[in-house]
């Protein structure tokens, strides 16, 4: 009865590697985020997007993208992955209008090598 | 721009209280938040304050003053299980969540 869950937890690769992050969330909301932690614990959103609109923080280099199959699902695909993309990724979802209360996802630590 | 500050660490001991403070600059304001995040686990959200004043729940207490861009967090009772970091998060004109760096709190006994 997990609200927020995320696969894998734990992801190793090596450089220049594609790879994949699952996200689900089974409480009927409209929205779903990414977030990436970094080593200074800040929380960076990605992306937002609900069934109307995809919001890109354009910081995020379009290596990064997000898909979503239906309403529950929002996964994150990175191409070309470097050193720098080792993070903590967290996904999240809300109910639309209200980004407040986002409800998070264990985290997926991602190490490049 | 948006900027946040709050404390990298602080130490309280069990039972007593702590206040964890967070100033913040933003040119558009729709809300402060305060999330907690133990070690290795995603963030779970604790409070919401959009008007001045303060907002009581249970042990945890948050307070803004929009006029001097301030914020804290008042934990009571304080347990071995508050040993957290405390997320101090700002919701600009766009709607859009800006995260602190978060306040690690160590309880001791």
Redesign the interface.
């Known amino acids: 009865d997990t609200a927020?869950s995320q696969t894998p937890k734990y992801l190793v690769t090596q450089m220049g590697n594609d790879k994949s992050i699952k996200c689900e969330q089974n409480l009927g909301h409209d929205t779903m985020y990414w977030?990436k932690q970094d080593s200074?614990?800040?929380?960076?959103?990605m992306f937002?997007y609900n069934n109307k609109e995809l919001?890109i923080n354009e910081t995020v280099p379009n290596r990064f993208s997000p898909k979503s199959p239906d309403k529950a699902h929002l996964n994150l695909h990175i191409n070309s992955l470097e050193l720098g993309d080792s993070a903590v990724y967290?996904c999240?979802s809300s109910q639309e209008g209200d980004?407040?209360?986002?409800?998070?996802?264990?985290?997926t630590r991602l190490t490049v090598t | 721009g948006q900027n946040i500050d709050q404390p990298t660490e602080m130490t309280a001991t069990e039972g007593a209280i702590v206040q964890i403070n967070c100033t913040y600059q933003t040119s558009g304001f729709n809300g402060l938040f305060w999330y907690q995040q133990h070690a290795g686990e995603a963030p779970t959200f604790l409070s919401y304050n959009v008007l001045d004043g303060l907002e009581e729940k249970g042990r945890f207490s948050s307070f803004l003053s929009r006029s001097k861009g301030y914020s804290y967090l008042l934990l009571k009772e304080l347990q071995m299980k508050d040993s957290a970091s405390y997320l101090c998060v700002l919701m600009d004109s766009n709607y859009q969540l800006i995260w602190g760096a978060g306040t690690k709190l160590i309880i001791k006994p």
Not at chain 1, 40 to 45: G, R
Not at chain 1, 99 to 107: K, L, S, T
Request: proline share 5%.
């Open positions: 927020v977030y200074k614990k800040f929380l960076k959103i937002s919001i967290f999240a980004v407040a209360e986002q409800y998070f996802g264990p985290g």
